[in-house]
C-alpha cells in the first residue's frame, strides 16, 4: 500500500474527503494545500501548531512531504488570510511558478464567493412580475392621449 492511499482510506474513514487540492469544489467548504519551501522542511510541525490555534480549520499532513492540508469554510478563513499569516510569522512558502499561478486563481475565486455570498438572491421565480408591472404603466398599443370628445368618429 502505497502514502497516498493510505491517507485516502484513513479520511475516508475520519470522514473527510480529500478531493484534489486544485480540484473545482462546489459549495463553501473548501479543502486547499499550504506548500512551504523544501529547503526549510523543519517548519512544517510549527506551522501546523500555529494554525490549529485557529477555530473552524481542520489540519492533516499534506500530499506532498513539504505541504498542510486544510479544510475551512469560506466564511471564516481564506486560503490568502491563512498564507498571510503564516508569512507574517517567518514561515518561508514554496513560491515556484506553478504555486504562484495557483495561489492567484484560489485567491481571486475565494474572493468572489466571499463577495457573492454578502449579496442578495435574486428572485428568479418573480422577475416576470416586475417586467408585467413595468409594461402596465409604459403607453403601448392602442392608446391615444387624445380626449374622446376630440375624437373624430366615422
Not at 90 to 113: D, M, P, S
Not at 127 to 139: D, F, G, L, R
Not at 145 to 151: A, F, G, I, V
Amino acid at each position: 500500500m502505497n502514502p497516498e492511499r493510505a491517507r485516502l482510506l484513513r479520511d475516508q474513514e475520519r470522514g473527510l474527503h480529500r478531493p484534489h487540492a486544485l480540484a473545482p469544489q462546489a459549495g463553501t467548504r473548501k479543502h486547499r494545500e499550504i506548500r512551504f519551501c523544501k529547503l526549510k522542511s523543519c517548519q512544517i510541525a510549527d506551522a501546523t501548531a500555529l494554525l490549529a490555534t485557529l477555530a473552524n480549520l481542520e489540519i492533516a499532513p499534506g500530499v506532498q512531504p513539504n505541504g498542510i492540508a486544510v479544510w475551512y469554510e469560506v466564511a471564516d478563513h481564506s486560503m490568502e488570510a491563512l498564507e498571510t499569516l503564516l508569512i507574517e510569522r517567518g514561515f518561508h512558502l514554496e513560491n515556484t511558478l506553478y504555486c504562484k499561478l495557483i495561489r492567484a486563481l484560489v485567491y481571486f475565486t475565494e474572493e468572489t464567493q466571499r463577495r457573492n455570498m454578502g449579496q442578495p438572491e435574486r428572485l428568479i421565480k418573480k422577475s416576470h412580475e416586475v417586467y408585467s408591472q413595468a409594461w402596465e404603466h409604459h403607453p403601448h398599443g392602442d392608446h391615444d392621449d387624445t380626449p374622446p370628445e376630440l375624437r373624430e368618429y366615422k
